[in-house]
Nanobody, 128 residues
Framework: QVQLVESGGGLVQTGASLRLTCAFS????????MAWFRQAPGKEREFVAS????????FYADSVKGRFTISRDNNNAAAYLQMNSLGPEDTAVYYC?????????????????????WGIGTLVAVSS
């Protein structure tokens, strides 16, 4: 059974940076594409970024493109989300997601309906 544990969230000021970590366990990490989603108060969960099994392919929501970077370490079974130039609009609970992969695409893991396993989330709060 796959388990995902996020860490790295916190309260920061506008313009700051944070790096989220997702620790993966329970199955072969290299069989899963990974993604980050977020849910702001009163809003639906939305896609943020995804990365293919090899790490060669990434896909981003328009709202974070150029500011956020997703990466993975297959040796240490972890995925990361580097977030720069944070603003109040980025305030949300951030969820790590694992998606069983049959190819090396990233964009196919951008839908919450295809996610096989979710983490419990980590809160990112950005003050203005």
């Amino acid at each position: 059974q796959v388990q995902l544990v996020e860490s790295g969230g916190g309260l920061v000021q506008t313009g700051a940076s944070l790096r989220l970590t997702c620790a993966f366990s329970g199955r072969s990490f290299s069989s899963y594409a990974m993604a980050w989603f977020r849910q702001a108060p009163g809003k639906e969960r939305e896609f943020v970024a995804s990365i293919s099994v090899s790490g060669a392919n990434t896909f981003y929501a328009d709202s974070v493109k150029g500011r956020f970077t997703i990466s993975r370490d297959n040796n240490n079974a972890a995925a990361y989300l580097q977030m720069n130039s944070l603003g109040p609009e980025d305030t949300a609970v951030y969820y790590c997601a694992a998606d069983v992969a049959y190819n090396d695409y990233a964009h196919t893991s951008s839908r919450s309906s295809t996610v096989d396993c979710w983490g419990i989330g980590t809160l990112v709060a950005v003050s203005s």
